[in-house]
Nanobody
């Protein structure tokens, strides 16, 4: 399986911003559709945003207009810029391909939005 390392999470006040990063070890990274997922306590994991090889993007309705996914293939890295954060964005954020591969799930990075 590919190794994925997420970083950039933290505690932020409502209305604040964070930028998450995900670095992958796969040699075919540039060919894959990559995505960010999140899971809040007691809830199922959901897809937040995805980006294709050609940089087409999709977003969950709940984050559209606030979050932006991007990729830097030279660095094997996917980013998630999160603006206007709200308490309901609190979750552990993971990266994986889309569709996801079970062995790729890592530890994720915690995002907490609280006043």
């Amino acid at each position: 399986q590919v190794q994925l390392v997420e970083s950039g999470g933290g505690l932020v006040q409502p209305g604040g911003s964070l930028r998450l990063s995900c670095t992958a070890s796969g040699i075919w990274f540039s060919l894959l559709t990559m995505a960010w997922y999140r899971q809040a306590p007691g809830k199922q994991r959901e897809l937040v945003a995805a980006i294709t090889q050609s940089r087409q993007t999709t977003y969950a309705d709940s984050v559209k207009g606030r979050f932006t996914i991007s990729r830097d293939n030279a660095k094997n890295t996917v980013y998630l810029q999160m603006n206007s954060l709200q308490p309901e964005d609190t979750a552990v954020y993971y990266c994986n391909r889309d569709p996801p591969l079970a062995p790729n799930w890592g530890q994720g990075t915690q995002v907490t939005v609280s006043s």
